[in-house]
């Protein structure tokens, strides 16, 4: 058996390629996983994603607990159940400090499972909680199937996917300590939240847009909404409620209610947010507060009018142009009672591109405390402005998942908009 270890390093920014990879779906996907809890069926969904995206290949997820020394893992028909296999190649990547380990497994004696033939595996290691090891196994029937890209892609999904595994595991803990109250009322919260959340990006004659968002915990406190306006006006809504978790998602369900029941009968976003503002001071606790950037644009004149009431500020890319902040607008909602809010504008450019998102990019931070940072941002907005939105909301995302690992502890959002 030969293997290839690839190193951990600190990640450095790629530039998508023109040829479609069959992983291209898989983190975009990834946020689409039913409203369910249940460890199995969260194992069963995410080995389903891979086979989706590979229907040729063998694939598992296994869970090792390094407390109980029990192995929990679903797989695929085509995956073959003998650990042995390879020489232990799984017990040696779990043991790996490698991002991913490709193996090259002798020929054996032909068995109805398994035919007779070298084949190639890789072996993408995981930590889903403190004490929980995971891997991501995937088979193929040929010689040297899998690349480095590969395993840099794999090895993202698994990153995001660790996340959704330790929100499971969570679960499990607290419905073996409590009663099914407990689950019940987390369900109802993460269904509710999902449906909040649109379920793709509006198409706007002359625009590119994509988007994501991943909460830290089972439901979250960030927001993305796109508002249909009369006259081909068309708003975008990003904002993050302080926390996250519960009581996060429960402020954020209320000020999505009131942002939109306001913006639908007054166009002044300056009053909006003055009402908005008012409202959450004298209803919420004195620690609790809202960020929010709200862009109103014309899809005809490709006019954008916007506030910003404290949120992170959107970066606008245009060639050959330093790049602008949309930082005008107030302090953030829920504080202040007196605040005041001001908007400014400008005309969208050909191959203009407008970022999107919450702290949860910018500050992701790595388990040694490297900051993602606005700077890198922008140079991967930059290495990859000739692609399409939603390659680009992507890229942001995968690497902020290469360097915060499974240390996501804030809710991350993007979007993107680009005009053509």
Known sequence: MHEIEVPKQKSSVPTAEQKPSPWARLLKDLGNIPASLDLARVLQHLVKLVQN?????????????????????????????????????????LRSPASFVISSLASHPPTSGMPQGVRTQIVVPFRASPQVRGALVLRSRKPKAYSQ??????????????????????????VQETDGEVERDLVMAHEIMARLMPKEAPKIPGFDVASISIPAKTV????????????????????????????????????????????????????????????????????????????????????MIYVNGGHVPPLLLRPGQPVRRLDVGGPVLGILAAASYHEDSGVFHPQDILVCYSDGLSEAESPSGEAFGEDHIIQIVEQNKHLSAEVICHTLREEAAKLVGSNLRDDLTICVIKYL
């Open 53 to 93: 995206a590979v229907p040729e290949h063998a694939a598992g997820i296994f869970l090792i607990d390094e407390e109980t020394r029990t192995i929990q893992g679903q797989v695929t028909d085509l995956f073959d159940q003998d650990l042995s296999v390879g020489e232990g190649a799984l017990q040696k990547a």
């Open 149 to 174: 890209k590969d395993g840099e892609a794999l090895s993202a999904f698994a990153i995001q996917a660790s996340a959704v595994i330790e929100s499971a595991l969570i679960h499990q803990k607290v």
């Open 220 to 303: 979250g406190g960030d927001l993305l909404d796109f508002i249909c306006r009369p006259d081909d006006h068309y708003g975008f809504l990003v904002a993050d409620a302080s926390g996250n978790g519960i009581p996060s998602a429960l402020l954020m369900t209320g000020f999505r209610a009131l942002f939109r029941g306001l913006i639908q009968i007054d166009f002044n976003m300056r009053s909006v947010f003055r009402s908005v503002n008012q409202q959450l001071v004298e209803s919420t606790a004195p620690h609790q507060f809202v960020s929010a950037f709200y862009a109103s644009v014309d899809a005809t004149t490709g006019r």
